[in-house]
């Protein structure tokens, strides 16, 4: 059972960073698409960054240049680094991950492809 735990939200002025981690457990050997995603009201989810077990990592445009995805297969945990922060940053983020398949592309941005999500961590960049 795949399950996910993230961390390291929190309040930041604008220009600041915050690294956000992403514990996964039940993954391990296996082929799996992970990303990170973000909510500011309602049910509409931004795709932030995707990575997969393929080795293909990529960013929203609103994000490129400024976060930076990266992962400890050691410690099973997906890190998202946010520099430059900007008030438009703020957002509820949430880990997903979906095992067994290579997300690319359009697939990777919908979250309707990931099966397993966090419960998700607060970002708030204030000016």
């Known amino acids: 059972q795949v399950q996910l735990v993230e961390s390291g939200g929190g309040s930041v002025q604008a220009g600041g960073s915050l690294r956000l981690s992403c514990a996964a457990s039940?993954?391990?050997?296996?082929?799996?698409?992970m990303a990170w995603f973000r909510r500011v009201s309602g049910d509409e989810r931004e795709g932030v960054a995707f990575?997969?077990?393929?080795?293909?990592?990529t960013y929203a445009d609103s994000v490129r240049g400024r976060f930076i995805l990266t992962e400890d297969n050691a410690n099973n945990t997906l890190y998202l680094q946010m520099n430059s922060l900007k008030p438009e940053d703020s957002a509820m983020y949430s880990c997903?991950?979906?095992?067994?398949?290579?997300?690319?592309?359009?697939?990777?941005?919908?979250?309707?492809?990931?099966?397993?999500w966090g419960q998700g961590t607060q970002v708030t960049v204030s000016s």
């Open positions: 990575m997969n077990t393929e080795g293909t990592t």
């Open positions: 039940g993954i391990m050997g296996r082929i799996y698409s």
């Open positions: 997903a991950a979906r095992v067994g398949i290579f997300l690319r592309g359009e697939y990777a941005r919908n979250p309707a492809a990931y099966r397993n």
